[in-house]
Nanobody, 115 residues
Framework: QVQLVESGGGLVQAGGSLRLSCAASGGTTRTYTKAWYRQAPGKEREFVARIYRSDDSTVYADSVKGRFTISRDNAKNAVYLQMNSLKPEDTAIYYC????????WGQGTQVTVSS
């Protein structure tokens, strides 16, 4: 059974940085496409960033482009999200997602950005 565990969330002031990590245990998901999503209070879950399994190309939501960077470590079967220049509107629960033969989600990590 595959489990994804996020870490690195917390409270940060506007303009600050955080680095989220997501690691998988169990299963064979090293080559899966990996992504980050987020869900703010009272809002639907939304896409943040994705890194493709085929060529490590990346895609970002317009709201985070230029501020966030997604990366992966295949040896550790992990995905990261470096978040810089954080804004209060980035406050949300952040989820990692591994997609391939199956679809897996982490349990989420809270990011709170104070103004």
């Amino acid at each position: 059974q595959v489990q994804l565990v996020e870490s690195g969330g917390g409270l940060v002031q506007a303009g600050g940085s955080l680095r989220l990590s997501c690691a998988a245990s169990g299963g064979t998901t090293r080559t899966y496409t990996k992504a980050w999503y987020r869900q703010a209070p009272g809002k639907e879950r939304e896409f943040v960033a994705r890194i493709y399994r085929s060529d490590d190309s990346t895609v970002y939501a317009d709201s985070v482009k230029g501020r966030f960077t997604i990366s992966r470590d295949n040896a550790k079967n992990a995905v990261y999200l470096q978040m810089n220049s954080l804004k209060p509107e980035d406050t949300a629960i952040y989820y990692c997602r591994y997609t391939g033969w199956a679809d897996y989600w982490g349990q989420g990590t809270q990011v709170t950005v104070s103004s």
